[in-house]
């Protein structure tokens, strides 16, 4: 079973600034097969990458997404209000799908 | 338009038994990878179960033997069929849907909580 590690678990940043956020996989994973998505209290998450690079429908092009092999990274290049969220990587191998533990984006 | 909505989530004992339901709008359940996710409280998402379109299902380790995901295309919904509840199987389920063959969840529900306790 292949494990994403999620770093940090959490990120104090303010508004306007770049996050970066990682996601590392035990074993190799197919750009294919990768995602992440964003989590708002009470909500149910929302896709936001997937292929490890292309935006998902209606998402802002401020998010991107780039990695391969073991190694993924999802930035926001400039912060809003409305991006404080959780964040999830997500991959699919073996007729399984596994998430991270998750990033929190908290306001600094 | 295009939506899932789960129900029949509630308080049940351990031990006891209670069937998820997930009605689609707007397309074909049976025509994609559906997929049962939960959360537990103040937790990440969890990947529980799927039934892919040519009908195969598979199951993460802890819950094998236990639930059984099923869908109905008479009705165009999804279950998920819990017994020998345990406490740590508390959580939102969602349901979600992949478009076949593209290993992402591009469709949620809303989610419905199951409480396991005495």
């Known amino acids: 079973e292949i494990v994403l590690t999620q770093s940090p678990g959490t990120l104090s940043l303010s508004p306007g600034e770049r996050a970066t956020l990682s996601c590392r996989a035990s074993q190799s994973v197919s750009s294919s097969y990768l995602a992440w998505y964003q989590q708002k209290v009470g909500q149910a998450p929302r896709l936001l990458i997937y292929g490890a690079s292309s935006r998902a429908t209606g998402i802002p092009d401020r998010f991107s997404g780039s990695g391969s092999g073991t190694d993924f990274t999802l930035t926001i290049s400039r912060l809003e209000p409305e991006d404080f969220a959780v964040y999830y990587c997500?991959?699919?191998?073996?007729?399984?799908?596994?998430f991270g533990q998750g990033t929190k984006l908290e306001i600094k | 338009e295009v939506q899932l909505v789960e129900s029949g989530g509630g308080l049940v004992q351990p031990g006891g038994s209670l069937r998820l339901s997930c009605a689609a709008s707007?397309?074909?359940?049976?025509?994609?990878?559906m997929s049962w996710v939960r959360q537990a409280p103040g937790e990440g998402l969890e990947w529980v179960s799927v039934i892919y379109s040519g009908g195969s299902t598979y199951y993460t380790d802890s819950v094998k033997g236990r639930f059984t995901i099923s869908r109905d295309n008479s009705k165009n919904t999804l279950y998920l069929q819990m017994n020998s509840l345990r406490a740590d199987d508390t959580a939102v389920y969602y349901c979600?849907?992949?478009?076949?063959?593209?290993?992402?969840?591009?469709?949620w529900g809303r989610g419905t909580l199951v409480t396991v306790s005495s």
């Open positions: 997500q991959q699919y191998g073996r007729s399984q799908y596994t």
């Open positions: 707007g397309f074909t359940v049976s025509s994609n990878y």
């Open positions: 979600a849907r992949d478009r076949s063959n593209y290993w992402y969840f591009d469709l």
